[in-house]
C-alpha cells in the first residue's frame, strides 16, 4: 500500500505509540483520523498533527462498545472517504497477581473488573475495530490493511494474566483475520512492542524500570517511533500478512 494520500484509522492515538504512529504515517502523506476515548488528548493530538502539515480528524470512540464503534466509522466516512487501514492500538494496563499470599494467607487476588476491563478494550475492542473496518473495506472494494498491536507479554508476563492473556488474543487473531481476509485483498498484521518510554512505562517503579533495562540486549527502552517505523512497514509490504513483527530490543520475558 502506498501511505499517501491513503486513509488510515488509529484507536489510542491521542498520545503515545498512537500519536507516533500518526506523526510517522501522518508525515508520509497518509491522512490520519484519531480515534481515542480522551477528547482533550484527540484535540491537542489533532492540532499537533495540522502544525506538521499533517491532514487529520478527530473522532470520539469506545471500542469496547459495539455501537460507539459503528457510529464512529459511519462518522470517518462521512468526513474523510473510505477506509484503506486501521491501526489497533488502544489499550490499557491493570496489573495484578492472581493470587497474592502472606504468611499463609490470601491478602489479594485479582478482581473481576480488573479481568473484564482488560479483556474488553485490549481483545474485544481489537475484534470490534477490525470487523468494522474490514467489512467497511470489502464493500467499498478497498484493499486495506489491518495493524494489531500485541506485546511481548503474550508469551505471559507474572502480574498481567489479564494484559498477557488479551496479547496473546490479539496475535491469534491477527493469523486467523490474515486467511480469512487475504481473498478479498485485505492484509493482516501485528506489531509486539517490548519495553517502550510511554506513559505506561512512566508509571513502573524506578527500581523496577532499571532492572528491566538492563535485561534489554540493547540497554535501553523502545522509542514510540520504532514502533511506528514496524507498523509502516507492513502498511507498504504488499507480501507481508499472518505475522507478528517483535520489536523488543532482543528481550525475552
Known sequence: MELNDSIIAITGGGRGLGLAMAIHMGSQGAQIALLDRDTDALDSAV????????????????????????????????AMGPLDGLVNNAGIVRDGLLVKAKDGEIVDRMSLSS??????????????????????????GRHGVIVNISSISRAGNQGQSNYSAAKAGVAALTVTWAGELARYGIRVGAVAPGFVETEMTASIREDMLKRIT???????????????????????????????????GGLRI
Open 47 to 78: 492540532g499537533l498533527l495540522k502544525e506538521k502539515g499533517i491532514t487529520a480528524q478527530c473522532f470520539a470512540i469506545d471500542v469496547s462498545d459495539e455501537g460507539s464503534v459503528i457510529r464512529t466509522f459511519d462518522a470517518i466516512e462521512s
Open 115 to 140: 479481568w473484564q476491563q482488560v479483556i474488553d478494550i485490549n481483545l474485544t475492542g481489537v475484534f470490534l475495530c477490525g470487523r468494522e473496518a474490514a467489512t467497511r473495506m470489502i464493500s467499498a
Open 214 to 248: 538492563a535485561g534489554i540486549p540493547l540497554h535501553r527502552l523502545g522509542q514510540p517511533e520504532n514502533i511506528a517505523q514496524s507498523v509502516a512497514y507492513i502498511f507498504t509490504n504488499d507480501y507481508f500478512t499472518g505475522r507478528v513483527i517483535e520489536c523488543d
